[in-house]
Structure formats: C-alpha cells, structure tokens
C-alpha cells in the first residue's frame, strides 16, 4: 500500500448559498508527488472570471479573495507549486476543476465517462451549462481518462489512480450529480477517507441508520435533482456496513471540513 507522509484539508472556494459552505479538497503527499484531489477556483478565476465563474461569484456569493486558490496556499504548507504531479477530479465543475490551469505540468485524472460526458455531450443538464467550464482545459491538461476496469472496494467498483501497484488512491464512481461523477478514496495508513464530490451536501442525507433530507419539503426536486437518490443511498449502505474503516465527507459540509482538520467550525469557514 502506497505510504503517505501527510494529508491536507484546504478549503479552496469559501461560500454562502444560504449557509457558510467549502470547497473542501485534499493534498496527499505521496512518493509520487503531491497529488490534489479536486482543486477550487483557479487563480484565472479571480484575474480574469468568465461569465460562468462570474455567475458562480453571484449566485454562491463566493470569496472574491485569491488567497484560497490551491496554488497561494501551497507555500505556508512548506510546498511549491512543481510538487504537485497529480490532479484527481471527482467530477468536471468549475468549482472543482478551476485550478487546473495553475499546474499545467500536472496529470489530469477523470473518470472515463465524466470526461466522456463534459468534453463531448450528446445532451447537457442545466446543472451542467451552468457548472462545465470548458475554459478550464484550454491550456490542454495531460489528461489520464481511466476506462472502466473495475476492481472490489468494500462491495463497489473502483479504479486505482496511480497504478495497481500503488493502490492507495481510488476512484469510486458515484454518478448523478454529473453522469461520471466519482468518489475519490485516499488510504490514510489507518483508514480510507473517501472524497464524495457533489454526490451528497450534509451527512444526513447518508445517515446509515436514519438517512433524512437537509431541505424543505417544497425543495425535494431540487434535492433529487441536484443529488439524486441512487448514490446517496450507495454511500448509505456503504457507511452502514464498513463506516469502522471509511470516513465519508462531501465537497461543501463545513463541519466535516472542521472536524477533518481539527478546526472550529468558525475557523474553518475562513480558512
């Protein structure tokens, strides 16, 4: 098993849609480099927004503060930007995929049908005219598409990132949010963390005892529009069964965040 030397918690878009959120991402280090699994905004993003990133600022009344970039966060974790080699993407929004062009040397990961979905769409969501930003991969990403050979993970289909020899990233799909959407597990020594992306907002959605909604009655559309059911109760039975050797979490859950990172929940909507 791949041996990692530390694990950062960076929230890389603080934001306010109704409630303070993250955009919570990971630094692993590895022996092979810094991997960042999903990377925020980009420095772009805050120089020079385009109408979508601008929609998003509006809408989410996200941090205009560049300081959140993953990039303008490395230093004070005693990295460079060259450290980082690997880029895991839970799924292609904006808000998730915006930094890449802050580390055009780095190898894109994404899943098959995720790349398949927002590169070339045969038909695209509103969820997704709003969310893919195609500006993003201008700069031509090193994309490494990871077909689908599945391999077990406590009962469901995952993909090693970096090569069945160093099997300690996966990718674990997770489709609805985004048809290819995954989620993302990283080996801790210990335990797994798995990286959800977008596939749930609050924890109580995949209780495994009593899985409930976080939104009004008069907003269930939206729910099984925006997190539809299927992955939520995947990840529900997947907690139920094996939540002794898996820490779930999901992109924009503060208070997972602060507890990951041993923070309070007020310093980590700041941070």
Known sequence: MMQFRSIHHLNC?????????????LLVKTDEGLVLVDSGLGSRDYAQPTLRVRFLFKVDHASRD?????????PALGYAPQDVRHIVLTHLHADHDGGLPDFPWAKVHVYAREYQAATH??????????????????HAPQWVIH?????????????????????????????????????????TGERWL????????????VD???PSSPFSSWAAPFERYMFPLPARQTLSRLLREHG?????FCSHDPNAYAELRGISLEEAIQT
């Open 13 to 25: 878009m603080p934001f306010e849609f109704g409630v303070h959120q993250v955009t919570h991402c």
């Open 66 to 74: 560049p300081r959140h970039t993953a990039l303008l966060q490395l």
């Open 121 to 138: 769409p045969r038909r695209l969501s509103f969820n997704d005219v709003v969310g893919i930003e195609p500006k993003h991969w201008l």
């Open 147 to 187: 077909d689908e050979k599945f391999e077990p993970w406590f009962g469901l289909d995952s993909l090693p990132v970096l090569g069945n020899e160093e099997p300690g990233i996966l990718f674990v799909p997770l489709p609805g949010h985004t048809p290819g959407q995954c989620g993302v597990a990283v080996h």
């Open 194 to 205: 798995l990286h959800c992306g977008d596939a749930f907002v609050r924890p109580c959605q």
């Open 208 to 210: 495994p005892v009593n």
């Open 244 to 248: 002794d050797q898996v820490t779930a």
